[in-house]
């Protein structure tokens, strides 16, 4: 199962900003994953935190200064640069990327940078002033011309106590931004992959909606799964709890006829649609204008039309379709009926008996069912693995 973080050598430049305490959690999230970490460090680095903390979690040896004949940098000062599968930067004050933007060599993480021949990444975190500077921007410019990959800074509050741009970003979509950078050349490299999530909400009044269970994972999966293969992916939502996956284009929804309209768009010239979303067969057949009231009758029924389906409308040359059949009783038939009559190339049928499987579960159970008659079942897996599983195939017709 691809993990892109699997035994790469991640480099990670930690330089003296307040923000390194973030890279504490970076550089152990990327352990977690199976990245091999070598931290480099900056004298003004270690003033904020210790090297110990880091080789603490990243069980390899921090280097923080070239000349000391105990470092690997002491022995020889190309050793880093060369085995690094990416670099990152993080936090990256304005000093060093001004140092980087000319070519100085006079710690570890400049002199390792400029012998390498590893995608670099920098990721800023400074006084909104200092970033907005002349001087700063046109450093930025320069090392982006140079095909390094900024991420951020975001607005937020900074260690002055201003509101402001200079932020560095959290975590999440540092390591998003690294596994992005690492699936250059994927197998879906050129490739535009659609992907639709959550369930879509069909308005009774300004108050009310109709709509289900799901929360989004399943396709937020398989949006993150594409992007790790190198894809450009558009991922339509409706409202979840889920953060926006980085370096991926996530357009909101609500409603089902909303979601069509935007697929309908995102499908032309995309070479595949993965349709995770739960969408609604029916609507209120007219949304009340004010909140309705609930007077004194015992029920209450409401007039519902049906939805179009979408999947059975969308059809491109070439466009590869997928979908999920969410069921409860009589899975593979049920889900083999949907294959065949929306036209798909593969559906995931999803038991959602299984307490572990299915609606807001984190993995889940699924069948794949092909237009060959083929049937896969899957064991037990995550849903970014059921991501990798579907888009192994979405590959395969592709190629
Ligand atoms: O979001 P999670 O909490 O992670 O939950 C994931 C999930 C259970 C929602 C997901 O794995 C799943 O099974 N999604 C499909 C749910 C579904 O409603 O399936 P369906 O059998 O109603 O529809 C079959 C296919 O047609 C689906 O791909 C659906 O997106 C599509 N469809 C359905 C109705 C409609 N009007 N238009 C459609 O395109």
Redesign the pocket.
Known sequence: MPNPLEKKHIVLGVTGSIACYKSVDLASKLTQNGALVDVLMTPGAVKFVSPLTFSSITHRPVIADIFSPESELGINHVAVAERASVVIVAPATANTIAKLAHGLADDPITTTILATQAPVIVAPAMDAHMYENAATQENVAALQSRGYVFVGPATGRLASGLIGLGRMLETPDLLGCIKMVLSRGGDLSGRKIVV????TQEPIDPVRVLT????????YAVAEAARDRGAEVSLVTTPTALEDPFGVNVINVRT?LEMRSVLLHQCSGADALI???????WRPAKAADHKLKKGEAETWSIELVK??????EIVGEGLVKV?????SEDLLANARA?LLS?GLHLI?A?D?TAPDS????DT?RVTLLDREGRATELPLLT?YEVGHEILDRVAKVLA
Do not use: Q, R, W, Y
Not at 275 to 281: I, K, L, P, Q, R
């Open positions: 639709s999530a959550g369930g289900n269970h799901s929360t989004g994972k399943m396709g089902a349709m995770a979303a739960a969408v609604a067969d939805n179009p389906d979408i999947l059975s979908g999920f059949a969410a069921e949907k929306k995931a999803n959602i299915g609606f807001g579960t889940n849903k």
